[in-house]
């Protein structure tokens, strides 16, 4: 059996993990297993349940330093994200810890007849095992955000980490051990057929990765009748109105863009600026080139390696291509290290229709145009076939409010980066960066839970019952 290797980006000579895929006829009996577990889990007062999801929060901050410095290694995220990513996760876990308390339905008028007296209620309940399938980038956070409310809600979860961040979610796992019913959460490392054969055992599935692979997932769920979500790629836009302050918001643009190289599904790819770009260029080319470029581990680095030698390469490949078709770059490259790096890297000139604009390059690449006016923004940030997030920055209420209600992505950011993300609120983008409903937030206790209507009414009363 060939073993599968996370390496680490920045001294890819660092195997971090080696793990033998969990094979498809594997996952099926583990899918049992976790299936039969869930009987009793769904049965569970929440107090139970609450105190297993806490009690994995309470783990997590008790690693913090160790989860911190594994992220950093395996997918050479920043040390001051990964922080920052393990204490989200805690925070997720205590977020939907506290959600086993949440309502599971809500009361209607019942339509009865009067000698009938009763009640009309919907009831959610779990729907039995989870399959999630996640990628590097996020590798404790997006894990966590999926498990966490399968959990709350009362299913049993088969996890499929992505083969470059195999520790990771080994740390998943070992976070719930102990606290959850045997079998009830199984991590299964593999490749795309051990993420096939997840899919085919669950009853409900979410993933979260390429667009190529989402597509594959949504049509091997949707075929097998389960519900799905998707979330994938984005080419998000950042708008910026003649009134916004060239030197605070090219900062903000810059680690929208270029932080952790790049590889966040909500990074910042486009920069539409209204009216004339000169001004607010010059800021961003400083605004990059004050980005600390290097080893992950450094507490002020902001920009890393990329996560493989095919990655860096596509990127490098993109910038080319590019140039070919009369792109311009405008910032300087790095000095050459060990380690999967590439140079942040702003473009302009570039035809709007170019794939660096109009694909998803995944790297630390974004491309500034100019436009006349805020239609021609909206209509520019609105043209490429993803659709996950914009940002629009300035100080004119009523622009801000046009171009607001003018763009088409799922998230839209006024004055603030891209890249934030709020687990306490509905997640997720339209067009080709989405398919299904949102996650996080209490969209997520929806989407693990099916919604029973009840109408329960008393047998009828006699006449003597009706005149006591
Ligand atoms: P990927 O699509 O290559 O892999 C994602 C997961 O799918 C991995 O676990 C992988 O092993 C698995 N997989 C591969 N083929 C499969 C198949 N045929 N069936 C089932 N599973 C399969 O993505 P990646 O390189 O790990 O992550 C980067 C991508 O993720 C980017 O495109 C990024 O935009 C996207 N992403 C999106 C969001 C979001 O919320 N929209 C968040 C983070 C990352």
């Given at each position: 059996m060939t073993l599968i290797q996370s390496r680490s980006p920045q001294n890819p000579d660092d195997i971090v993990e080696e793990r033998v895929p969990v094979t498809p006829e594997h996952v099926q009996v583990l899918a049992g297993r976790v299936r039969a577990a869930q009987l009793t889990w769904r049965r569970q007062d929440p107090s139970s349940r609450a105190a297993a999801?806490?009690?994995?929060?309470?783990?997590?901050?008790?690693?913090?330093d160790e989860a911190t410095a594994l992220i950093v290694r395996e997918v050479g995220k920043p040390a001051m994200e990964a922080r920052a990513e393990v204490s989200r996760a805690a925070a997720i876990l205590d977020y939907y810890a506290q959600s086993c308390f949440a309502p599971t339905g809500e009361l209607l008028a019942p339509?009865?007849?009067?000698?009938?007296?009763?009640?009309?209620?919907?009831?959610?309940?779990?729907?039995?095992?989870?399959?999630?399938?996640?990628?590097?980038?996020?590798?404790?956070?997006?894990?966590?955000?999926?498990?966490?409310?399968a959990l709350a809600a009362g299913n049993g979860v088969l996890l499929k980490p992505s083969?470059?961040?195999?520790?990771?979610?080994?740390?998943?796992?070992?976070?719930?051990?102990?606290?959850?019913?045997?079998?009830?959460?199984?991590?299964?490392?593999?490749?795309?057929?051990?993420?096939?054969?997840?899919?085919?055992?669950?009853?409900?599935?979410?993933?979260?990765?390429?667009?190529s692979v989402g597509r594959k997932v949504v049509a091997a769920a949707t075929q097998g009748g389960l519900p799905v979500?998707?979330?994938?790629?984005?080419?998000?836009?950042?708008?910026?109105?003649?009134?916004?302050?060239?030197?605070?918001?090219a900062i903000m643009l810059?680690?929208?863009?270029?932080?952790?190289?790049?590889?966040?599904?909500?990074?910042?790819?486009?920069?539409?600026?209204?009216?004339?770009?000169?001004?607010?260029?010059?800021?961003?080319?400083?605004?990059?080139?004050?980005?600390?470029?290097?080893?992950?581990?450094?507490?002020?680095?902001?920009?890393?390696?990329?996560?493989?030698?095919?990655?860096?390469?596509r990127v490098l490949d993109a910038v080319t291509a590019a140039r070919a078709a009369g792109g311009r770059v405008l910032t300087n490259d790095i000095a050459t290290r060990d380690g999967f790096y590439v140079a942040p890297t702003l473009l302009d000139s570039v035809d709007p229709g170019h794939s660096v604009a109009c694909e998803e390059t995944f790297g630390p690449v974004a491309t500034i145009f100019a436009v006349p006016n805020v239609r021609a923004a909206a209509s520019l940030a609105n043209s490429v076939r993803f659709g996950l997030v914009t940002s629009v920055h300035g100080r004119d209420i009523g622009r801000l409010f046009e171009l607001t209600k003018a763009i088409d992505t799922g998230l839209i950011r006024v004055n603030a980066p891209t890249t934030g993300v709020d687990f306490h609120a509905p997640f997720g983008g339209e067009k080709a960066s989405s398919h299904g409903p949102r996650?996080?937030?209490?969209?997520a206790l929806d989407f693990y839970t099916s919604l029973h209507t009840v109408t329960f009414a008393t047998p009828p009363l006699t006449s003597a019952e009706e005149a006591s």
């Open positions: 999801l806490r009690g994995a929060a309470d783990r997590l901050r008790t690693r913090a339509t009865l007849p009067a000698n009938q007296p009763g009640l009309l209620f919907t009831e959610r309940r779990p729907r039995g095992v989870a399959g999630l399938v996640t990628p590097w980038n996020f590798p404790l956070a997006i894990p966590v955000w999926k498990a966490a409310p083969p470059s961040a195999l520790a990771c979610g080994n740390l998943v796992q070992q976070l719930f051990d102990g606290l959850l019913p045997a079998n009830l959460l199984h991590v299964v490392p593999g490749g795309a057929d051990t993420g096939q054969a997840v899919i085919q055992a669950a009853d409900v599935a979410s993933f979260t990765g390429s667009e979500q998707a979330e994938m790629g984005g080419q998000n836009a950042a708008v910026v109105l003649p009134d916004a302050d060239p030197a605070t918001t810059a680690g929208a863009a270029m932080g952790y190289a790049g590889q966040k599904c909500t990074a910042t790819r486009r920069i539409i600026v209204v009216g004339d770009a000169a001004v607010f260029t010059e800021a961003l080319v400083a605004a990059v080139a004050a980005l600390r470029v290097g080893d992950p581990t450094n507490v002020d680095v902001v920009v890393g390696p990329v996560i493989t030698e095919a990655a860096r390469h996650e996080q937030g209490t969209a």
